[in-house]
């Protein structure tokens, strides 16, 4: 016989941000086959928050999801995102790129950059610094986000 606890429940419930009906745990939690959102109980009661498993905010999703874009962050948002998570990747022209925060002695945190290619790591005072003068082939990141993808989670 199964011990079945209400933790493994499963119900049928709108996806929060298409509306259509889905799978979720008692904790809200399940990804919506549809939008692609990954339903979770933290996003709704901080919809503006970038918060783990998603790359932005329930609210931004909404809109997105209303003018019919995919769910990708901006480079604020994946900020937002690596805060939340503390490593956090993106891929631009094949190479891998991850992006960590880091604690130095005085336990501040620093952003470092490091190229799965070159094995190379950059370091940066904080995400004003990494915003503004974060390079990749000698070109600003934030000049060439919307040209990167694979943003994600470091696996
Ligand atoms: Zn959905």
Redesign the pocket.
């Known amino acids: 016989m199964k011990n079945k606890s209400i933790y493994d429940e499963i119900f049928d419930k709108p996806?929060?941000?298409?509306?259509?009906i889905?799978k979720k745990d008692i904790y809200d939690q399940g990804s919506?086959p549809?939008?692609?959102?990954k339903?979770n109980h933290f996003a709704e009661i901080n919809p503006n928050n970038v918060l783990y498993p998603n790359l932005i905010s329930l609210n931004k999703a909404r809109k997105l999801?209303n003018e019919g874009k995919p769910f990708e962050p901006n480079l604020d948002e994946f900020m937002e995102a690596l805060h939340n998570y503390s490593e956090t990747q993106f891929e631009y022209k094949g190479v891998y790129y991850a992006v960590e925060l880091v604690f130095n002695n005085n336990s501040e945190p620093k952003i470092s950059l490091y190229n799965s290619q070159t094995k190379e790591t950059t370091f940066f005072n904080n995400d004003e610094d990494f915003i503004n003068n974060a390079k990749i082939d000698g070109k600003l990141l934030k000049d060439i986000w919307e040209e990167t993808t694979d943003r994600y989670w470091l696996q």
């Open positions: 996806c929060s941000v298409c509306g259509k889905i919506c549809y939008c692609k959102w339903n999801y």
